[in-house]
T-cell receptor, first 114, second 115 residues
Framework: AQSVTQPDIHITVSEGASLELRCNYS??????LFWYVQSPGQGLQLLLK??????LVQGIKGFEAEFKRSQSSFNLRKPSVHWSDAAEYFC????????????FGTGTRLTIIP | GAVVSQHPSRVICKSGTSVKIECRSL??????MFWYRQFPKKSLMLMAT?????????EQGVEKDKFLINHASLTLSTLTVTSAHPEDSSFYIC???????????FGPGTRLTVL
């Protein structure tokens, strides 16, 4: 079955430190991959997406993600986090043909400490 | 950028009543809209997919007679929770997409509390 796994439920990072949020997928073929951010009580905002091509994807708010086919991973990174980055982060995937539903990971809650 | 709105943002109702939630794509025409449910500190669960002018496709385990979805136009989809019960209390989020290859744009969500 198709699935998206985010191994880390909660991560705490100091402001200014680097960040990496992990995401692994299990699909028959390479899916389209997405990272979304959700602030408390809000909807989801797209940070970045990978369809094909360059495996290092740049997104908004200084985020980037690297697609690694060999590891079935699409980890999100940011070199220096800001207090405003505290939120819930969701990795998602969908097939690139036919059934186009998004499958979400369980999310990683990011806490920023001063 | 593409904007999706939801109304209301928050609703409290009594058990047994029905509640309608609207999802609108404000600056684009959405061929497909999706309805998700999110429990506290949980991920999003897709409830149904709706295409304009056709019946919604419900995910397994979602009661179509309880969660009525109407997608009457390319900019509006509605979710009606019929005969709501406390266990229907949740955060409901819609999203809209143009074309199957394009990204989904999410609404801000609606917090439903059933007393």
């Amino acid at each position: 079955a198709q699935s998206v796994t985010q191994p880390d439920i909660h991560i705490t990072v100091s402001e200014g430190a680097s960040l990496e949020l992990r995401c692994n997928y299990s699909y028959g073929a390479t899916p389209y991959l997405f990272w979304y951010v959700q602030s408390p009580g809000q909807g989801l905002q797209l940070l970045l997406k990978y369809f094909s091509g360059d495996t290092l994807v740049q997104g908004i708010k200084g985020f980037e993600a690297e697609f690694k086919r060999s590891q079935s991973s699409f980890n999100l990174r940011k070199p220096s986090v800001h207090w405003s980055d505290a939120a819930e982060y969701f990795c998602a995937a969908r097939t690139n043909f036919g059934n186009e539903k998004l499958t979400f990971g369980t999310g990683t809650r990011l806490t920023i400490i001063p | 950028g593409a904007v999706v709105s939801q109304h209301p943002s928050r609703v409290i109702c009594k058990s047994g009543t029905s509640v309608k939630i609207e999802c609108r794509s404000l600056d684009f025409q959405a061929t497909t809209m999706f309805w998700y449910r999110q429990f506290p500190k949980k991920s999003l669960m897709l409830m149904a997919t709706s295409n304009e002018g056709s019946k919604a496709t419900y995910e397994q385990g979602v009661e179509k007679d309880k969660f009525l979805i109407n997608h009457a136009s390319l900019t509006l989809s509605t979710l009606t929770v019929t005969s709501a019960h406390p266990e229907d209390s949740s955060f409901y989020i819609c999203s809209a997409r143009v074309g199957w290859e394009n990204e989904q744009f999410f609404g801000p969500g609606t917090r439903l509390t059933v007393l």
